[in-house]
């Protein structure tokens, strides 16, 4: 079965500064896809960013960006220029087979204005 | 475009009753699947339906938990005798077709929180 983990339960973080959350997963399959979602206090689920395993380039969307070290099987979460609207829920996800999204614990992010 | 629309938004039962959610997927989407979030955890898969069909149902308790999804109309997550421990956030998400699932593609309604007093 596949397995996600996030170490940090809570992170905090200056306004303007960077952060890194770190996820690690264990899974057999050579072929899957990763992601970071958002949760506000709304509580809706928001898709961040997205990694293809085959592709060895670190995704990046804007201020967030990935380092997927695929034979460690670790996929952390870089957020640069931290915002105040950054402040969320932040879930690693795998997917890789037939039973949906495997979502880790999830990391509290705080950001300090 | 209506995104994924779930209510209620809250819930709240007396153990022994009967609680049933609502999703309706976005426009154009036929593939739906359910999760569950209890407190501090992340969201966990429940089941995987496409219209009239449930394609994987690995994640439901095998008692009082059920899911539809009709021809005409939301999918539908139902859960007979509610217990306190049933008490969580139900999360609905949907996708044009499998793949797009699995490659991210996979649009979340904001939840339905169930209380279980």
């Known amino acids: 079965a596949q397995t996600v983990t996030q170490s940090q339960p809570e992170m905090s973080v200056q306004e303007a500064e960077t952060v890194t959350l770190s996820c690690t997963y264990d899974?057999?399959?050579?072929?899957?896809?990763l992601f970071w979602y958002k949760q506000p206090p709304s509580r809706q689920m928001i898709l961040v960013i997205r990694?293809?395993?085959?592709?060895?380039q670190n995704a990046t969307e804007n201020r967030f960006s990935v380092n997927f070290q695929k034979a460690a099987k670790s996929f952390s979460l870089k957020i640069s220029d931290s915002q105040l609207g950054d402040a969320a829920m932040y879930f690693c996800?795998?997917?890789?087979?037939?039973?949906?999204?495997?979502f880790g614990k999830g990391t509290h992010l705080i950001i300090q204005p | 475009n209506a995104g994924v629309m779930q209510n209620p938004r809250h819930l709240v039962r007396r153990r022994g009753q009967e609680a049933r959610l609502r999703c309706s997927p976005m426009?154009?989407?036929?593939?739906v699947y359910w999760y569950r979030q209890l407190p501090e955890e992340g969201l966990k898969f429940m089941v995987y339906?496409?219209?009239?069909?449930?394609?994987?149902e690995s994640g439901m308790p095998k008692e009082r938990f059920s899911a539809e999804f009709p021809k005409e109309g939301p999918s539908i997550l139902r859960i007979q005798q509610v217990v306190r421990g049933d008490s969580a956030a139900y999360f609905c998400?949907?996708?044009?077709?499998?793949?797009?699932?699995?490659?991210?593609?996979?649009?979340f309604g904001e939840g339905s929180r169930l209380t279980v007093l």
């Open positions: 339906l496409q219209k009239e069909n449930i394609i994987d």
């Open positions: 899974t057999s399959e050579s072929d899957y896809y």
């Open positions: 426009k154009g989407h036929s593939h």
């Open positions: 990694q293809e395993a085959y592709k060895q």
């Open positions: 998400a949907s996708s044009s077709n499998r793949l797009a699932a699995n490659t991210g593609e996979l649009f």
């Open positions: 996800a795998y997917i890789g087979g037939a039973d949906g999204l495997t």
